[in-house]
């Protein structure tokens, strides 16, 4: 780095090292002699980015805990569902370095990256919450957590009984345990009496839950950690993995490194791993059933399918194989702009590979039509006999660190109880009435996407937010900033004063992931532990504790003492989950899901004898075109597609992150990716200001003119860098996947201008570098 880009701050800075890294892994590679990627930059990072007495702290806290001074405590990390899990290192209430002990890290080993590692500054934030607060005249005061819970069963209680149970809306969250979550799906069901519970999976991979529940049968990853680390072949669809799942990434290069695996890339912009696959097909966002269909009718024209797979272990081949046959390689091109050479050589790879594993996340899921894209991706597995072997199978990477055990394994969603148990069931439903002693609602509840709707209409008129901030991470912002604010009431429980909680009648305080103790799954299915190590600040309480006491309040008094108690709950009703116990996880360090009983292993690869369906077999089904309902490339006022993500260094709404001052170095203000030939055509340079317009609002962002987007896409972060910077003032809240309601955030209708020299001299930089990291999220 030179001494120039060492005084460049903020964007640019970020920009600059960004582009000299990227230059130096495709030097590296390119030689051969070296093999170095973003996320192993943790060290540098901190070296670059880290005040001298941080880092000094840190080496400390090594040296004191050889003299005992320190306390340590393995955990897992409270960032993204990868799960790795780590020591941490902690001192008088501070966490003070993050180690990986590879004895206790099946996932991630000696691996990391900077955000589990490094991103602790928001622990020991002034601005945590500490104590419920109460609105009075519009002002938060502080309240006793007696008058707080009273106050939230007094304003709930009076809604359900004007308005019915089914008026009270309640957001689980992804980021608390598995314990906490399997209270908040109790407490919607048993104490308040309604099915409107959810969770930000909707928002995320919701698709991936509806299509893999139809076709193999567990809306979950069907593969373990070893096909990561040793498949023949990946198909990498819409996942920006180096920068979103970094530690799965460097498991993939690796392997791609030392055993010439192939990887295949599909995605619209040339993301760094494009860099190390065997082949990178830009592909037109929105049609991603077009190339899977692509590629499934090439492979079944050419007799490169496992016919042998295919009659003894699924059904609905015929229908798929009649299905596909439009999906020529000339249409495939006209519709996605993926080569017929590009097409052929994907197709003979995967199909003739030993073994294979098909990844994809958002870019696949977050579309009006992502439980097609997901089943086309299934079809494609099954008839290349790519599922239930070892180092074979389907592997989205989920997103939140607890987004598929809280998320989803706990049944915090509208129609599932724990272990996706269908609420709608009969014999289910007489279960958990016998647990909970109550009858239980029998019809399907709202999901998140549906509770706004609903809000609007009036229908849902209070609601209870555990650990999500919609009022940025859902979409169309102003439409959700309406509907919070006509709620009659809202209760939020956060560790931060959210933009969301500012909205509340009443906030209470909860604790962070390393202040707690539970279980967090990862995305592979391993339930592992979650242990306190640093004390909560204030009043804070654990997410289960506070749950425990709404639902006593009610008149509801289940007396659990500890997290373990509520697993013991959770293993008598929920057969996935039957000999997951804390005692086990704290010996055996971790346990795939399922695990039917005390003396079970736990299962890392699904479906190696028989699909979760009730013939036993994979079910294919046959997807037709469907392109984006948002983008119409050829709209005169709208011709360019927005897509939204995610960048490494930042995580969602920028809650804990952006207290991250060494992160704030690297990114602190919202940017849009724009190829070089549409910023000249439009005349836009580098690194000006932008004003970027939807259907629904405009935003101003700075121009980052890369070749990473293609000529009709532009990328913007989906990250809070200020109050005018969000992207999701300009997504849509009405197109939803008809069967998992997630929103097409990955498609907008844009346009982009340049702002006058003038303008931009006053454009927002809402958080400008302030050097201690805050904002006033
Ligand atoms: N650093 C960081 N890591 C995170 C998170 C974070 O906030 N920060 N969040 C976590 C969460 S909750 C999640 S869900 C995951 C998300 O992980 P990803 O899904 O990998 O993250 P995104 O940035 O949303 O990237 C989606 C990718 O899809 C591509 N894409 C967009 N549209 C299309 C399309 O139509 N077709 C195809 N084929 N590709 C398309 C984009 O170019 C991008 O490369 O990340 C998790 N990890
Ligand atoms: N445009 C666009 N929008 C998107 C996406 C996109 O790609 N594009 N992605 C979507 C996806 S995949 C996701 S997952 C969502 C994420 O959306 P959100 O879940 O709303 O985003 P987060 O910032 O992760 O919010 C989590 C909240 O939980 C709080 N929190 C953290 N730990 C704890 C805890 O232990 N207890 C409690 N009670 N609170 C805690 C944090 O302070 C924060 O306020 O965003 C979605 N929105
Ligand atoms: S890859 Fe995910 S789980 Fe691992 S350290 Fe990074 S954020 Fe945490
Ligand atoms: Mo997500």
């Not at 209270?183 to 991979?205: E, P, S, W, Y």
């Not at 392997?255 to 990178?280: E, H, L, S």
């Not at 992160?663 to 849009?672: G, N, P, Q, V």
Request: overall charge negative; some cysteine; hydrophobic content about 35%.
């Amino acid at each position: 780095m030179t001494d120039d880009d060492t005084e460049k701050k903020g964007v640019a800075g970020f920009m600059s090292r960004a582009k000299e890294q990227a230059q130096s892994t495709t030097e590296k590679l390119e030689d051969g002699s070296a093999f170095e990627a973003l996320e192993h930059a943790a060290e540098s990072f901190a070296a670059n980015t880290m005040s001298e007495g941080k880092l000094f702290e840190t080496a400390d806290a090594v040296s004191d805990y050889r003299l005992k001074d320190v306390d340590v405590t393995d955990t897992t990390c409270g960032y993204c569902a990868v799960g790795c899990r780590f020591d941490i290192y902690s001192k008088d209430g501070e966490v003070l370095g993050v180690r990986p002990n590879p004895e206790k890290a099946p996932i991630n080993g000696i691996s990391t990256c900077v955000k589990g590692k490094f991103s602790y500054e928001y622990v020991n934030s002034e601005d945590r919450l500490t104590q419920p607060l109460i609105k009075e005249n519009g002002e938060f005061r502080e309240a006793s957590w007696d008058e707080a819970i009273k106050r939230i069963v007094a304003e709930l209680g009076r809604i359900k009984e004007r308005h019915g149970a089914d008026a009270l809306g309640v957001i689980s969250s992804s980021r608390t345990s598995n314990e906490a979550n399997y209270l908040m799906q109790k407490f919607a069901r048993q104490v308040l009496g309604t099915n409107n519970i959810d969770n930000c999976n909707r928002l995320c991979h919701s698709p991936t839950v509806a299509g893999l529940s139809q076709t193999v049968g567990f809306g979950a990853a069907s593969s373990g950690i070893d096909a990561f680390e040793n498949a023949d072949c990946y198909v990498m669809a819409g996942s920006n993995t180096t920068e979103a799942h970094p530690v799965l990434a460097t498991k993939i290069k690796q392997n791609i490194k030392d055993n010439g695996a192939d990887a295949f890339v599909f995605d619209p912009r040339k993301i760094q791993m494009a860099q190390f696959a065997t082949q990178y097909s830009r592909v037109k966002p929105g049609y991603d059933t077009v190339w899977i269909n692509g590629l499934t009718r090439y492979i079944i024209e050419n007799d490169l399918h496992d016919e042998e797979f295919i009659e003894e272990r699924t059904v609905g081949f015929e229908e798929v194989k009649e299905g596909v046959e439009k999906f020529t390689p000339e249409f495939v091109e006209e519709k996605t702009n993926v080569p017929p050479e590009e097409l052929k050589n994907a197709a003979e790879t995967i199909a003739k590979a030993d073994s294979c594993v098909f990844c994809w996340t958002l870019g696949l899921t977050e579309h009006s039509h992502g439980t097609e894209n997901v089943i086309s991706m299934a079809n494609l597995a099954l008839v290349t006999g790519h599922v239930g072997t070892e180092k074979s199978g389907l592997a989205p990477f989920r997103g939140q660190n607890n987004v598929q055990g809280g998320g989803g394994d706990m049944g915090p969603t509208p129609g599932n109880f724990p272990g996706y148990q269908k609420v709608t069931t009969d014999e289910t439903r007489e279960k958990f009435e016998d647990a909970y002693g109550v009858d239980l609602p029998d019809k399907r509840g709202l999901t998140v996407t549906e509770q706004f709707l609903a809000a609007d209409d009036d229908e849902i008129r209070g609601m209870f937010v555990q650990g999500e901030n919609p009022i940025y991470s859902e979409p169309n912002l102003n439409h959700t900033d309406e509907i919070i604010t006509g709620l009659d009431f809202l209760a939020v429980q956060d560790i931060f004063l959210t933009d969301t909680a500012k909205h509340a009648d009443v906030v209470l305080p909860a604790n962070a992931s390393v202040e707690t103790n539970g279980t967090f799954t990862s995305s592979t299915r391993h339930v592992q532990l979650v242990k306190r190590a640093v004390d909560p600040p204030g009043n804070a309480k654990p997410d289960w504790e506070i749950t425990q006491k709404l639902a006593k309040r009610f008149g509801y008094d289940w007396g659990f003492r500890n997290p373990s108690e509520i697993m013991d709950e959770i293993n008598e009703l929920t057969p996935i989950y039957a000999g997951i116990t804390h005692e086990r996880l704290e010996i055996e360090g971790s346990i795939p899901w399922p695990c039917w009983d005390e003396d079970h292993p736990g299962t890392p690869n699904l479906y190696l004898d028989e699909f979760n369906t009730d013939d036993g077999k994979a079910h294919m089904f046959p997807t037709d075109v469907s392109g984006p309902v948002e983008a119409d490339m050829d709209d005169e006022e709208f011709p360019l597609a927005l897509t939204t993500g995610r960048v490494l260094y930042q995580y969602h709404t920028g809650t804990m992150s952006n207290r991250e001052p060494g992160i704030r170095s690297y990114t602190d203000e919202l940017f849009a990716e724009i190829h070089p030939a549409t910023a000249e055509k439009l005349g836009i340079s580098d690194e000006e200001y932008v004003k970027v317009t939807s259907r629904a609002d405009s935003i101003t962002v700075l121009a980052q003119v890369t070749e990473r987007p293609s000529e009709d896409v532009i990328f913007v972060p989906m990250h809070y860098f200020g109050d005018d910077g969000i992207a999701n003032r300009l997504t849509d809240a009405e197109h939803l996947d008809p069967q998992a309601h997630v929103p097409e955030y990955k498609v907008t209708d844009v346009r982009i201008t340049p702002v006058e020299s003038e303008s931009a001299q006053s454009a927002p930089n809402p958080v400008a570098a302030d050097g201690n990291g805050q904002n006033d999220n």
